[in-house]
Every structure is written in C-alpha cells, then in structure tokens.
C-alpha cells in the first residue's frame, strides 16, 4: 500500500503513538539514527527532521552522544486556590504544595528584588497614578535543582520601602502577611489563565525546551475595600504542572434554577 506521507512524518507519527501507548516508556532510548535510516530505507537529513519534530513537541530528548531518549516527566500539582489556605503560616506556598504532593522532593528559590516601571500588566490591575513605580519580587522556584515555575509580584512602592518584602529573601510569615501587617490585608484573588508560547526570558529563566507552551497565570490581589494591592505574574510550563482548582458547591441551593 503506498502513501503519500514524507518519510520524516511516518518517523515521528510511529514513535510519537509508541510512547503514547507506552511501548517506549519514559527514560527509554530511542534507535539510533543509523537504525532508523534503515527502518525507513531513508537518509539521516530525513530521520533527524522527524526526530526534530518530536523533539519541538517536548516528546524527546538529544543526549549527545548518547542519542535520544523518551522524556521523563514529573509534573507539579499545582492548585491556586491554597494561597489563602495557608496550613502552616510559617511555610512558603510553594514548600507547603510539594510538602503536599509527600515524595521528598526538595524545593528551592533564587529571590531578586528590585524597583521597577509599571508595564501594561500592572498599570491597569493596580489603577497606579502617573509616575508610581512599583517593587518587584522575581522568584524563580525549583524541585530537585530543575526550575520549575516564575513567581513574580509587584506593589506601589510606596506600600512597602523599608520593609520586609524588599529584601532579597525568603520571608517565613510569607509576603501576604507582611502587606497585612501594612495594613493592606488580602482578601480576595482574581485569577486569570493564559495559554501561549513562552517569551525569551522565560525560557532563559526556566530552561525551556523547544515547543513547551506555558500558562501565564496573573493574580490581583485587594483588601476588604476593593482596593488592587498586587500582582502576581506566575509562569507555569506546561509539561512540569498539573493545574487544579477545586470548587465547593452550596447545597441545598439558596435559589431556584437549572440544575447540572
């Protein structure tokens, strides 16, 4: 039976639906090149353009000299809502989540501080007046020595110059709690989730392979009076998270109407 499919797409197509059913599970070695130009009766140009594909689709990965290799891939749970669940106050989110998961996997995070212009993400969420700057902490958070997500908050400055949250380090209590101790309590998140390609300097940052989306998720923060205190810029790759939200739902319900 003939097909008019390029060779390089029936290399990809044939190990991509391998590893999917697990006949190549995760850390096994790929053929070789030499092998897979025998296979497919193709030249080495063709079979590395169909590695490359599944290499650009976080599939595979190049362990020169070695060859390729299936992925290996230990996602985080990674769950928004426990921002405001805090069980231990003295135990960073991200510590208290992988704590959570219970396989001993070790947390660790580079801290910057710095003082920077409002961009288009920030003005508009924290309703800044012309010429407010703002405090930024740029975290990046990794499990075993790998990063793994971007956590990056901003407020005016003008809440919190010579404070705790302008020193490059780990706060204990956590930054939430030294902006209540400001008088600026956080009450209430609204969350938005974005899918799209990362930027260079995420990619920098995290290490990103080629092909990995990422999901930008933004949080604005505000007081008991509506008042936007920060944003948090968090930049999670696709192929290291798992995103969970759970909803909780009253019952008996308090009105009438369709149920589902």
Same mark, same amino acid.
């Given at each position: 039976?003939? *097909? ?25 070695? #790929? ?11 193709? *030249? ?6 169909? #590695?490359?594909?599944?290499? !650009? ?7 020169r000299p070695l060859g390729y290799f299936v992925r290996e891939i230990h996602p985080m749970v990674y769950r928004p809502q426990q921002e405001f669940r805090r069980k231990?106050?003295? #135990? ?20 910057? /501080?710095?003082? /920077?212009?409002? !961009?288009? *993400? ?6 800044l007046q012309e010429g407010e700057l703002l405090a930024a902490r740029r975290r990046t958070r990794y499990i075993d020595g790998e990063p793994y997500n971007i956590n ?25 709690? /030294? ?8 009450? @209430? ?13 995420? /990619?920098?940052?995290?290490? #990103?392979?080629?092909? *990995? ?15 936007? $205190?920060? $944003?948090?810029?968090?930049? $999670? ?9 759970? @909803?909780? @739902? ?11």
């Amino acid at each position: 039976m003939r *097909t008019n499919t390029p060779i390089y797409q029936r290399v990809a197509d044939e190990l991509r639906a391998e590893i999917a059913d697990g006949t190549r599970p995760p850390g096994s070695q #790929l053929p070789t090149e030499a092998e897979l130009q025998e296979k497919y009766g193709a *030249t080495r140009y063709t079979v590395r353009q169909g #590695l490359a594909a599944l290499v !650009n689709e976080g599939l595979i990965v190049s362990r020169r000299p070695l060859g390729y290799f299936v992925r290996e891939i230990h996602p985080m749970v990674y769950r928004p809502q426990q921002e405001f669940r805090r069980k231990q106050p003295d #135990l960073d989110i991200f510590t208290q989540l992988l704590a959570d998961e219970g396989n001993g996997r070790q947390p660790s995070q580079d801290i910057e /501080v710095s003082i /920077v212009q409002p !961009n288009n *993400t920030t003005r508009d969420r924290l309703k800044l007046q012309e010429g407010e700057l703002l405090a930024a902490r740029r975290r990046t958070r990794y499990i075993d020595g790998e990063p793994y997500n971007i956590n990056d908050s901003y407020v005016r400055l003008s809440f919190v110059q010579d404070s705790e949250y302008m020193s490059p380090v780990d706060v204990a209590r956590g930054t939430n709690q /030294v902006l209540a101790d400001l008088g600026k309590p956080l009450i @209430r998140a609204l969350d938005e989730i974005y899918v799209r390609m990362p930027k260079p300097d995420e /990619v920098a940052r995290l290490k #990103l392979g080629p092909g *990995t989306p990422v999901a930008e998720h933004i949080v604005t923060t505000y007081t008991f009076n509506d008042e936007p $205190v920060q $944003v948090t810029v968090n930049i $999670v790759p696709g192929d290291r998270h798992v995103i969970v939200f759970e @909803r909780t @739902r009253e019952w008996p319900p308090t009105e009438q109407g369709e149920t589902s």
